[in-house]
């Protein structure tokens, strides 16, 4: 049996939609065996499949292809999860980021509001 990546990746549940699987193969985020895949691409038994998804890189080896959607017990029946542990804590991370709350209507903040942030930013050890 023949399958395409797209179709795939949406199959075993990487992918909310099979759009954003097409999508992310046209963006180069897709590879297969270190190549990248075109959506139209057919995977085969064996393959190796990095996706790369925000900062995380996961990995799947191809165990057998399906076209339609199957749950999340079953995926492991057609795809093994390869995805190094040091890429997961990627996505358990805290986000290195905060927001400065400003009144509305306040409007850009000046010359001396840009230091004051800089100089929290500076203080704050990650």
Same mark, same amino acid.
């Given at each position: ?5 797209? *179709?795939?990746?949406? #199959?075993?549940? @990487? ?6 699987? +097409? ?5 180069? !985020? ?37 076209? *339609?959607?199957?749950? #999340?017990?079953? @995926? ?6 390869? +995805? ?5 804590? !990627? ?36």
């Amino acid at each position: 049996m023949e399958v395409r990546i797209d *179709k795939y990746l949406w #199959a075993i549940r @990487v992918f909310k939609t099979r759009t954003e699987a +097409t999508e992310a193969c046209n963006g180069g !985020k897709v590879k297969i065996a270190g190549v990248n895949a075109k959506p139209s691409k057919n995977v085969q038994p064996g393959d190796i499949i990095t996706v790369r998804k925000g900062a995380v890189n996961c990995e799947y080896r191809v165990i057998q292809p399906l076209e *339609k959607r199957v749950g #999340a017990k079953l @995926v492991p029946e057609y795809a093994q999860n390869l +995805t190094p542990q040091e890429e997961l804590d !990627k996505m358990r991370a805290p986000f290195e980021t905060f927001f400065v709350t400003r009144d509305r209507g306040a409007g850009r903040p000046t010359k001396k509001d840009r230091r004051d942030i800089e100089q929290l930013w500076d203080s704050l050890d990650f």
